[in-house]
């Protein structure tokens, strides 16, 4: 079983940084075609904020362009997300997911489809 940790999340002034990370738990991991990151801020839908693939390609919300980094360790099969001039409606949880995750038990090898992390609160003020 196969479960996403996230960390990094916390209460950060306007103008401020943070950075999260999100590393799977479990051993066997052999490969993540697509990581990324999304947001859900009260009283609203989960919305895109950025991915990457396995191959290099980014891709960011246009709300963050500019300010956010992803960027991933393919050694740990972890990402992370570097946020800078935080604003207050950056204020959200933000959950990681893995898109395509493959492990292996030998000769047996299990793919998830997809993953998602159990989310970490950014609260920015104002």
């Known amino acids: 079983q196969v479960e996403l940790v996230e960390s990094g999340g916390g209460l950060v002034q306007s103008g401020g940084s943070l950075k999260l990370s999100c590393v799977p738990s479990g051993n066997n991991i052999i490969s993540v075609d697509v ?4 947001r859900q801020a009260p009283g609203k839908q989960r919305e895109f904020v950025a991915d990457r693939s396995t191959r290099g390609r980014t891709d960011y919300a246009d709300a963050v362009k500019g300010r956010f980094t992803i960027t991933r360790d393919h050694a740990k099969n972890a990402v992370y997300l570097e946020m800078s001039d935080l604003k207050p409606e950056d204020t959200a949880t933000y959950y990681c997911k893995a898109v395509r995750l493959t492990t292996s038990a030998g000769p047996t090898r299990h793919r998830y489809l997809e993953l998602w992390g159990q989310g970490t609160l950014v ?4």
């Open 35 to 38: 990581m990324g990151w999304y």
């Open 123 to 126: 609260t920015v003020s104002s």
